[in-house]
Every structure is written in structure tokens, then in C-alpha cells.
């Protein structure tokens, strides 16, 4: 087969070596794409000239910019922030089975070898160790400061990330933007040579999933890597799309989107997985159950000033204790005067510098209720692109009845100091406090102590496929890796932390990182040759455990593929 010996006119990547049959249809693929952004208007020329722009090139048919509308919102809040405390965790995870780290040490701190994508001149979320003699792209999987730590206005290097991404970059951390690349959901992109598809993480806004395919001989070395992640099908789903589609042809939102199963996994090389649950206790509900149960909470708070009282009677039933008195008197109707309305009761909602959108929306959409958030949040909202979201908003504090704060503040001294500071036309809070690590104690759920894989045991599984039942072959698989762990919730499982006075504070198990039976799930249904953890469990043998359990569902993988169920 014969060779050539050039770089692609296009993109510039070295094409030495590669047959002639794959040199043509990378050009070709870089032949059917535009470049995706138009330079940004130079700045005053005070300000220093940024280094020169790769070519990125996307479809031209791609429109994705666009405003969102009102259900495009609510699909895009859907994807919801992050527990912050996953950053205390501290020190670097064990990594096995991954390429040996080259380079990268500009500012005396080693670059950890799962930053750097291998075969690649990418990092990821790679910013704390300076700027990389070796990278020509930094790419950002969303904008919380566990991964974009280290970025300031002063960096000089490329960076790629998602158009929201793009905004809050250069909004907040005041980042040169020419060399902030936003590259558009769902649809797949040219960097440096290399395919590049972002997908929705279902994490926080403009939080995506990164499908690297690196062309490579006659092959792809297929690489993703999930940032943080609420894993669904959905995701198993859209990576199948990307990684199974004609590299000679456009890959639209449509596509990758698309009604069809995506077909049979593809083998992926490196699978870079979020871990921050990466453990058996952590079988928190699902978001639509927790949103939905505290949406209706409130609605019962807000419609019937007797109800909490009662609930929280009930709560208290059989336990030995009673009530406290100062909640059990919050809402007694008062008598009116005249005409006037009674007092309303606040609802509060921790966030961070974003995230947890699809909570506070949702309970102010159940209320019939706008939102107020502080300027610096509401100026952060903006960088969404959600003008229905926007319309949500209230200037005034007295005129929402859902309010958005730090969740640092979401302690009962703190909301009873918010209270004081609010208009006096609320009568008391309740506020919710929405991380996953509320399930990991026995606030809601004793949980599960932190148990290691069982040996896979494969016999009653070939007596199931001798008899033909397959389906049952793939049940006890499903059970030996533990993916039907995920717990129910309703309001009825709410309880209060922390009372005093006309102040509620509910801690609320809803993550935005995937659950220990969601991980099970994703990775199960991939065929990756490696999988990477990206989250420290906190110490080497925690981490070894956590590699045990990757090990063990990589097994059951490789089982299931077989029964092709």
C-alpha cells in the first residue's frame, strides 16, 4: 500500500507515513468543514498580540449559537453543578494502565500523566501546572474551579471548551478572548488533525464530555473523557454515534442526538472516568425523583400553613422525641389585617458559581414564583445564553419567592441572618442544601459499608446461556457489578438538619456526579481498553479499591459483549 510523506493542507497534521487511502479521507473530512468562528475584533494594541490560532474547523450547516428557548432552557439546566466538597478530598489517584506522562513541568509542579490525552498534544483541565512547552491545546471540560484552577487573565496558551464555557472563561476570569475557542455541542470539530466532539455531561451548564478521535496509521486511537458527569444511556448512546460515524461526513447535533441506538461500542482506547462516588455507599436517587419531591414539598409549605407542622410531627412519630416546639408553632395562620396577605415563607436554594439550575428553577416554576440571585450570580446566569431563564429573574428581593444563595451560607445561623436582612413579607425559610454527599451519611440512609468486588463467578451464568436464556445471563452480570443500586426518594424522606426559630435548613441528596451504580453502568456498557480514574479517593488504598471495582466491571464488560443482549 503506498504512503505520502506531507501534512494535511487543511489542518496541518502530519499525515508521514499514513497510507494513501486514509490521507484522503482525513482531508477530505477536513475539506467538508468551515471554520468555526470569525476572528474576534483586535484589541487596543496596548494589549500583547496572543500567540497564533490553530485551524478549527466544524460543519457549516451548524447554527447551535442560537438563543435557547424555554424548553431548550430547562434541558440545558438539567445539567446541574458540582459538591465543591469533592475538592478537600486532595492528593492525586492512583493511575494504572495509562501512558507515561512526557513534558509538561513549566512551574515546578510535574503534570500528572491522566492530564495529558496520549497521542496528543492535548491536556485537560490542566491549568494549575502553568503553560506546557509540549501543548498546543487546553481544553476545559466546564467551569468550576476544581478543573479551570490555575487560569487567569494573564494565561497565554489556546484554550477549547463549550460556547458557555467560553462565556463564563472570559466574563469571569477576564481571559484574553482570542484564545478562547468555543466549540459547539454535539457536533464534531477539527483541532490540530484531531476529531473533537463535546457532549453534554448533564453536570452544569456547558459542562461537557470530550470524544477524542486521533487518527493514527490505518486506525483511531479513540479516547473520552467524561470531566464530571451524571451518567445516563443517553451518554452510552451519543459516544456510540460519534465514535461509529463516517469520518468522511459532517457530524451534526441531529445525528449525535438522534432517535437510533448509535450501534455496538466501538473499542475505546482510554476511557477517563469522574470517580468522585466511587464507592458501594453512594447509591443516591435520581435527579427527576429528588427535583420532583422537593418541588411538591414546597408547594405543600406555600399552600397550606398547617402542613409543615403536621409533617414535621410525623416526622418525629415513633421516634422517642417530640417536635420541636418553635417549628411546630412556625406556621400558625395569624389573624389578617383588613385585606392584607399573609406572609409568605422563603424558599432558599445553595448553589455555587454554577450550578444547581434545574432545582431552583423547577421549585420556582412549581410556585408559580420568580428567583432572585445576587448580581455576581445573576451576571454568571447571563453567560447561559437563556433568555427564558433570565425572564425568571427579580431585581427586587421582595419580589421573588425563591432565592439563590452561596452554599456556604446554608446553615440555620446563616438563613436566620438572611431572614433578618430580607423584607419583612416572609414569615420564615426553608432552605435545601443539594449535594450528593447528604446520602453519603445516615441522614437519609445508613449506608453500605465500602465493599470490595466479589470474584466473578461465571458458572451459574453458562448453565443460563446453555439453556438459552440469555437474558438471565445478563441479570446475574448486572448483579455481580452492582448496577441497580440507585435508591428511591420522596418528600417524604425529607428531613431537617438543622431548626431554630422560623428556620429550616434540609440537607438534599441530589448530585450532579454519577452515583457508585451509574459509574457500574457507563463503564459496563463500554468497551474501553483502559479506564482511568480522574477523582482521588483520599488516600492509596481507597484509590487501589476504586481500581479494583474498574477492574472488575471491565470483566463483566467483556462477558456481557459476548451475550450481545
Not at 145 to 169: E, M, N, P, Q, W
Not at 319 to 338: L, M, N, Y
Not at 421 to 450: I, L, N
Request: with cysteine.
Amino acid at each position: 500500500m503506498s504512503t505520502v510523506d506531507t501534512s494535511c493542507p487543511i489542518c496541518q497534521a502530519p499525515l508521514a507515513g499514513v497510507g494513501a487511502e486514509q490521507a484522503e479521507l482525513h482531508v477530505n473530512g477536513c475539506l467538508d468543514v468551515a471554520v468555526l468562528e470569525d476572528k474576534k475584533k483586535q484589541k487596543r494594541a496596548t494589549i500583547a498580540q496572543p500567540p497564533a490560532a490553530p485551524i478549527i474547523s466544524a460543519p457549516r450547516a451548524n447554527t447551535h449559537d442560537a438563543g435557547l428557548t424555554a424548553e431548550q432552557m430547562l434541558m440545558e439546566i438539567e445539567q446541574t453543578a458540582m459538591d465543591f466538597a469533592a475538592e478537600q478530598a486532595g492528593g492525586e489517584p492512583v493511575y494504572a494502565e495509562q501512558p507515561a506522562a512526557s513534558g509538561g513541568q513549566s512551574n515546578g509542579r510535574p503534570l500528572p500523566a491522566h492530564k495529558r490525552m496520549p497521542h496528543t498534544t492535548f491536556t485537560v483541565d490542566a491549568f494549575k501546572y502553568g503553560e506546557l512547552d509540549f501543548c498546543t491545546g487546553y481544553f476545559l471540560t466546564h467551569f468550576h474551579s476544581d478543573h479551570y484552577g490555575g487560569l487567569t487573565k494573564t494565561f497565554r496558551g489556546h484554550i477549547y471548551c463549550s460556547r458557555i464555557t467560553a462565556r463564563c472563561v472570559v466574563s469571569k476570569l477576564g481571559v484574553d478572548a482570542r484564545l478562547v475557542h468555543a466549540l459547539p455541542m454535539h457536533t464534531r470539530c477539527v483541532v490540530h488533525g484531531v476529531f473533537v466532539t463535546l457532549i453534554d455531561a448533564n453536570h452544569c451548564p456547558g459542562a461537557a464530555i470530550l470524544v477524542f478521535e486521533v487518527p493514527r496509521g490505518h486506525d483511531m486511537v479513540r479516547i473520552v473523557h467524561t470531566g464530571d458527569f451524571r451518567a445516563n444511556r443517553q451518554h452510552v448512546e451519543q459516544i456510540s454515534r460519534v465514535l461509529n460515524a463516517d469520518k468522511r461526513r459532517p457530524l451534526l447535533p441531529d445525528a449525535v442526538l438522534g432517535g437510533n441506538a448509535g450501534g455496538a461500542s466501538p473499542r475505546i482506547d482510554y476511557v477517563y472516568l469522574d470517580t468522585t462516588y466511587l464507592k458501594p455507599k453512594y447509591a443516591f436517587p435520581q435527579q427527576d425523583a429528588v427535583v420532583r419531591a422537593v418541588a411538591e414539598f414546597c408547594g405543600r409549605v406555600d399552600g397550606d400553613p398547617s402542613f409543615l407542622p403536621g409533617w414535621t410531627q410525623a416526622r418525629y412519630a415513633g421516634s422517642g422525641s417530640a417536635a420541636p416546639a418553635k417549628i411546630t408553632r412556625w406556621f400558625r395562620p395569624t389573624a389578617a389585617v383588613g385585606a392584607r396577605r399573609r406572609r409568605r415563607t422563603l424558599f432558599v436554594v445553595g448553589s455555587y458559581t454554577i450550578g444547581k439550575e434545574r432545582l431552583f428553577v423547577e421549585i420556582a416554576r412549581h410556585l408559580g414564583a420568580r428567583i432572585y440571585v445576587a448580581p455576581a450570580k445573576r451576571r454568571m446566569l447571563e453567560c447561559l445564553g437563556s433568555p427564558a431563564l433570565l425572564s425568571m429573574l427579580a431585581a427586587d428581593m421582595a419580589d421573588a419567592q425563591v432565592h439563590v444563595v452561596e452554599m456556604s451560607k446554608l446553615n440555620v445561623r446563616g438563613m436566620a441572618e438572611y431572614l433578618q436582612s430580607a423584607p419583612g413579607r416572609f414569615s420564615g425559610v426553608v432552605a435545601f442544601r443539594p449535594t450528593g454527599w447528604s446520602h453519603a451519611g445516615s441522614h437519609y440512609a445508613k449506608p453500605e459499608r465500602d465493599e470490595e468486588p466479589e470474584p466473578l463467578d461465571l458458572a451459574p451464568v453458562e448453565q443460563a446461556l446453555r439453556r438459552g436464556d440469555r437474558e438471565h445471563a445478563a441479570g446475574l452480570l448486572a448483579r455481580a457489578a452492582r448496577m441497580a443500586g440507585d435508591s428511591a426518594f420522596d418528600a417524604g424522606q425529607l428531613r431537617a438538619r438543622g431548626t431554630a426559630g422560623a428556620v429550616a435548613v434540609f440537607p438534599v441528596p441530589y448530585s450532579e456526579h454519577s452515583s457508585f451504580a451509574e459509574l457500574a453502568r457507563f463503564v459496563c456498557a463500554l468497551e474501553a481498553a483502559h479506564v482511568v480514574p480522574t477523582v482521588s479517593a483520599g488516600s492509596a488504598g481507597a484509590d487501589a479499591a476504586g481500581a479494583r471495582w474498574l477492574q472488575h466491571w471491565q470483566r463483566v464488560q467483556r462477558h456481557l459483549s459476548k451475550i450481545n443482549i
